[in-house]
C-alpha cells in the first residue's frame, strides 16, 4: 500500500515525547524527558475520584462539562486574575489542554489561514495547525541574557493578511520563559492592530518561581473579548494522565470550539471533572507547595547539570530547564539524546524538533526537574560522565 497517512499529517511521525519514553524503558535509563511527575497530587483530590467512581459518576456528564468544574473553573479565574466567565456558555471542559488547542484551531482557523506560534513551540501546536490545513508562522526565541524572548520586530514582520489567530504559551514550554507585561503588551498591541485572535496556552499558569507572575493575556485592556483561554488539571494537580482542560472565552468562540470538541470525543470524563473541581476549590495549599518543592528541583537540577559541564539557562516557570550542549564538545542536541542512554542512562528531549528553523535549537537539550530529588540526583552522578569521557 502507499503511505496511508495524509499528507499534511506526514511530517509528524511519532511524538519526541513518546519516542524518548520509550527509549528510556527499553534502554533503563533515568527518564528527565518527558514532563511529569513520580509523585501523585493532592490525596484528597485522588480520594474524590475514587469515589466519584464507586458512586456511580460513570456515564455521560453534559457535553460543555459538568457543572461543578466549570463553576469551579469560573470561580478560580475570577479570584486568582479579576477575569468573570460565566459558567454557561463562556467555559467548555475539555480532554486535557490538548483537544483544547486542537479544537479551538480547528474551529476557527480556515483552510489557508495562518496561526503566529513562537518557536521553540509544543508539538501539539503544529499538528493542530496541520489538520486545520492552516499555515503554520513561527516567531523564535533566543536567549538574551540566559532567557528565551521574541524580538518584537520579528512579531509584527511574521503578521499577513492570511493571519487569524496567534498561540501564546506562558508559562512557556520548552523554554521555562514567563511572558512579562511588557512582551504581553506587545502581542496584545499586534492582536488588536490585525483584529487577531489569541489561543492562550497557560497549563503551567501555577507553575512559576521567583518573583515571575503569571499573567493571563486576557487580562491585558481588550484582550478578553478576543482570547480563546485554556488550562488543565494535569500540571496543577501533578495528575497529566488525567486529561481534564477547560476553555474560557466569550460564548461565540467556546461555541465555535464546542462544535468541534464534540465530534473530537464528544465530552471529557465525568469522575476526574469532579475531582479536579474539589481540587480547584481546595487544595491551593497543595498548590503552593508543589510550586516551592519545583522550585527547589529546578535549582537542584540546574547546579548538578552546571557542575557537569552544561551551560543552563534558569527558567521563571515550568517543569523545564534548558542546556546548551556546546559547553560539553557536543552541538547536535538531536544526536547526544539519541546517544544519552548510551553514553550516561539518562533521557532528555532535544529542543530542536519544536522549530522550523532548527538550527536556532540545535544545540539545546530540554531536561524535566518534576521528579523526587533522588533521581535528580542520580540522573546528575550520571551526567558528570559526559565531562570526564565516561
Ligand atoms: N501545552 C503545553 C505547553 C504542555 O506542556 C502540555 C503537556 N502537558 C500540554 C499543553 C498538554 O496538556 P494536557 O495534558 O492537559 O492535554
Ligand atoms: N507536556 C509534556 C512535555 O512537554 C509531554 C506531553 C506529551 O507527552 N505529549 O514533556
Redesign the pocket.
Known amino acids: 500500500m502507499n503511505e496511508p497517512l495524509v499528507a499534511r499529517m506526514r511530517e509528524f511521525g511519532t511524538?519526541v515525547?513518546?519516542e524518548m519514553t520509550a527509549l528510556a524503558v527499553r534502554t533503563g535509563s533515568i527518564n528527565l524527558?518527558?514532563?511529569?511527575p513520580d509523585t501523585d497530587g493532592p490525596p484528597a483530590m485522588l480520594d474524590k475520584a475514587v469515589e466519584a467512581i464507586r458512586s456511580g459518576l460513570n456515564q455521560y456528564p453534559p457535553g460543555p462539562g459538568m457543572p461543578e468544574l466549570r463553576q469551579a473553573v469560573s470561580d478560580h479565574h475570577k479570584d486568582r486574575y479579576g477575569l468573570a466567565y460565566d459558567p454557561d456558555g463562556e467555559i467548555l471542559v475539555t480532554v486535557g489542554a490538548?483537544e483544547a488547542i486542537t479544537s479551538a484551531v480547528l474551529a476557527l482557523c480556515e483552510p489557508g489561514d495562518e496561526v503566529i506560534a513562537f518557536e521553540p513551540y509544543?508539538?501539539?501546536y503544529a499538528a493542530a495547525i496541520a489538520m486545520a490545513q492552516a499555515v503554520r508562522r513561527p516567531v523564535t526565541l533566543r536567549p538574551v541574557n540566559g532567557r528565551f524572548t521574541f524580538d518584537p520586530a520579528e512579531l509584527r514582520a511574521a503578521v499577513g493578511p492570511r493571519t487569524r489567530a496567534i498561540l501564546v504559551n506562558s508559562p512557556h514550554?520548552?523554554t521555562g520563559t514567563v511572558f512579562t507585561r511588557e512582551e504581553l503588551d506587545e502581542i496584545a498591541a499586534v492582536c488588536a492592530e490585525h483584529d487577531l485572535i489569541a489561543i492562550t496556552d497557560e497549563v503551567y499558569e501555577h507553575l512559576t518561581f521567583d518573583d515571575a507572575e503569571h499573567i493571563p493575556l486576557a487580562t491585558l485592556p481588550g484582550m478578553r473579548e478576543r482570547t480563546v483561554m485554556i488550562s488543565s488539571a494535569g500540571k496543577t494537580f501533578s495528575a497529566?494522565g488525567w486529561k481534564t482542560g477547560w476553555i474560557c472565552a466569550p460564548a461565540p468562540l467556546v461555541t465555535a470550539a464546542q462544535t468541534v470538541k464534540q465530534f473530537l470525543t464528544f465530552t471529557a470524563n465525568a469522575p476526574w471533572q469532579v475531582a479536579v473541581a474539589y481540587a480547584l476549590r481546595h487544595e491551593t495549599d497543595w498548590v503552593t507547595r508543589l510550586r516551592a518543592d519545583l522550585q527547589a528541583k529546578r535549582d537542584r537540577l540546574m547546579s548538578g547539570l552546571s557542575a557537569a559541564g552544561f551551560e543552563v539557562l534558569r527558567p521563571a516557570g515550568t517543569?523545564?530547564v534548558q542546556t546548551d550542549i556546546r559547553p560539553l564538545g557536543f552541538t547536535d542536541g538531536l544526536d547526544l539524546t539519541r546517544r544519552l542512554p548510551e553514553l550516561a542512562g539518562v533521557v532528555a528531549?532535544p529542543t530542536q524538533v519544536f522549530y522550523d528553523h532548527a538550527e536556532a535549537g540545535r544545540h539545546f537539550v530540554r531536561f524535566?526537574f518534576c521528579k523526587r530529588d533522588e533521581v535528580i540526583d542520580e540522573a546528575v552522578r550520571r551526567l558528570t560522565r559526559l565531562a570526564s569521557g565516561g
Open positions: 511524538t515525547f513518546a524527558g518527558q514532563g511529569f490538548t509544543y508539538d501539539s514550554n520548552p497529566t517543569y523545564f528531549i524535566a
